[in-house]
């Protein structure tokens, strides 16, 4: 989807999104709200996920099972405590 099409769905404009994108404009709760609704995803990922990313994180979890995704966290968590 582009900066337009987005901006159409949100009735704002494409520059404002491209300005909120690049950090030089400020965003509201409710503006992210709306754009994670329009994107089909939820605020957190808007926020932290770089869908540019290939081996991010977010990108393995998407692809594991549930049994996966519960082995995945007690690794996590077992790399924390042993890295202390």
């Known amino acids: 989807m582009t900066l337009e099409q987005l901006a159409d769905r949100l009735e704002t404009t494409h520059a404002s999104l491209s300005r909120i994108e690049r950090g030089l404009q400020p965003y509201s709760q409710a503006l ?28 393995v979890w998407e ?12 690794i996590a968590k077992t790399l924390i405590k042993t890295a202390r």
């Open 32 to 59: 992210l709200e709306a754009i994670s609704e329009a994107l089909a995803t939820d605020v957190a990922s808007l926020l932290m996920r770089d869908p540019s990313d290939p081996e991010g994180i977010w990108s």
């Open 63 to 74: 692809q594991a099972k549930p049994g996966e995704r519960r082995q995945i966290v007690e």
